[in-house]
Nanobody
Framework: QVQLVESGGGSVQAGGSLRLSCAAS????????MGWFRQAPGKEREGVAT???????VYSDSVQGRFTISKDYTKNTLYLQMDSLKPEDTAMYYC????????????????WGQGTQVTVSS
């Protein structure tokens, strides 16, 4: 079983930065497909960024060039560095993982965290 706990959300002004963390337990993240997803009020959940076992990364068009996903194997933690934040980035952000390669990239992760709120004001 994989447990995921997010942290690092908060309120920032447009143009600011935040770093989200996702502490994993129960499994070595080196062998997990992992990703960040977000859901704004009244909207469907969307994929933000994913990272695979071989560290191949995929970003949504809306965050490409502004967000960076990474893994810290020593801390068994996933990160999302968010720069140049925009009001439209406001959402609940979720960390997710799966033991099967590529599944998070397909938004088909089996394990989910509880989420952390990000609010960007203009």
């Amino acid at each position: 079983q994989v447990q995921l706990v997010e942290s690092g959300g908060g309120s920032v002004q447009a143009g600011g930065s935040l770093r989200l963390s996702c502490a994993a337990s129960g499994y070595n993240i080196r062998y997990l497909s992992m990703g960040w997803f977000r859901q704004a009020p009244g909207k469907e959940r969307e994929g933000v960024a994913t990272i695979e076992w071989d560290e191949r990364t995929v970003y949504s068009d809306s965050v490409q060039g502004r967000f960076t996903i990474s893994k810290d194997y020593t801390k068994n933690t996933l990160y999302l560095q968010m720069d140049s934040l925009k009001p439209e980035d406001t959402a609940m952000y979720y960390c997710a993982a799966d033991r099967r390669y590529g599944y998070c990239e397909r938004s088909d992760c089996g394990y989910w965290g509880q989420g952390t709120q990000v609010t960007v004001s203009s």
